[in-house]
T-cell receptor, first 116, second 117 residues
């Protein structure tokens, strides 16, 4: 079974631009969570999507948004990029909502975003 | 709110030596506990998890961890380290809130493991 895939793997953008990252979960998994990883703040939870609805959200500004499609694929969008948004963005999938079963989350390789 | 502390930012061991990575958590109830490993340029791979039951948990790649409630710890161990174990290791705590309708996974800052030949 294929793992979680994320595209693109690397991105370079400039301040003020917007960016869209994509995540394809493991086949059959319906929950997708997004995390931001930076050297200073470590791994921080962004949001979780399940059945095309955002179910949980971390403490990030509204510039960070996401959506999930009927096939469980998810996209994350960051508008008006800032230098501090440079990070590794990780996507994780699980069978059901993590709150419903604490099912194991499987992580993708991440998208490395650099904002210049 | 839960928190996770990994006291060691960087650990260096010789190949074949034993390893223990420390993890302390703060949470009001029994949390769900995880250890993940991240190799350079890669995502996180789950090594093991503890939800309940036996406090000594076996994971992949020869790793094990022991949950000690009295010490709020979940230390990761391996009896003999291989050069391929060099990576960054993250301890994580999961906890339900809002009456169980939501769940949050909180990570420690990580411990970088270097293995000397």
């Amino acid at each position: 079974k294929a793992g979680v895939t994320q595209t693109p793997r690397y991105l370079i953008k400039t301040r003020g631009q917007q960016v869209t990252l994509s995540c394809s979960p493991i086949s059959g998994h319906r929950s997708v969570s997004w995390y931001q990883q930076t050297p200073g703040q470590g791994l921080q939870f962004l949001f979780e999507y399940f059945s095309e609805t955002q179910r949980n959200k971390g403490n990030f500004p509204g510039r960070f948004s996401g959506r999930q499609f009927s096939n469980s694929r998810s996209e994350m969008n960051v508008s008006t990029l800032e230098l501090g948004d440079s990070a590794l963005y990780l996507c994780a999938s699980s069978l059901v909502r993590v709150a419903d079963s604490t099912d194991t989350q499987y992580f993708g390789p991440g998208t490395r975003l650099t904002v210049l | 709110a839960q928190s996770v502390t990994q006291p060691d930012i960087h650990i260096t061991v010789s190949e074949g030596a034993s390893l223990e990575l420390r993890c302390n958590y703060s949470y009001g109830a029994t949390p769900y506990l995880f250890w993940y490993v991240q190799s350079p340029g890669q995502g996180l791979q789950l090594l093991l998890k503890y939800f309940s039951g036996d406090t000594l948990v076996q994971g992949i790649k020869g790793f094990e961890a022991e949950f000690k409630r009295s010490q709020s710890s979940f230390n990761l161990r391996k009896p003999s380290v291989h050069w391929s174990d060099a990576a960054e290791y993250f301890c994580a705590v999961g906890a339900k809130y809002s009456g169980g309708s939501n769940y949050k996974l909180t990570f420690g800052k990580g411990t970088l493991l270097t293995v000397n030949p």
